[in-house]
């Protein structure tokens, strides 16, 4: 559902990933849905690679640098594949 809440996983697998650290375990809205993509994780290792959903979600700044931001109220999109999402509580 667009407007759903949800963090990104804290994860650190090794390899090839396609979620940028400083968005890891931190806290968004999905922003909308962009469809089904073969996991570019597998593809990177030529692995066969199943359909997951890619979803935009969008960030404060705030969220991302804390006290740090500049601009606590501005936002940043960044499309991250749902095997990477979790339900945000």
Known sequence: MV???VRIRAACPPGHVR????LRGKTGVI???LGAFRNPEALAYGHNA???E???VRFRM????GDNAERPDDTLDAEIFAHWLE???
């Not at 705030?62 to 640098?65: A, D, L, R, T, V």
């Open 3 to 5: 407007a759903e809440v």
């Open 19 to 22: 979620v940028p650290w400083y």
């Open 31 to 33: 922003e909308r849905r």
């Open 50 to 52: 199943p359909e997951i």
């Open 54 to 56: 890619l979803l935009r």
């Open 62 to 65: 705030g969220e991302i640098w």
């Open 87 to 89: 339900e945000a509580r």
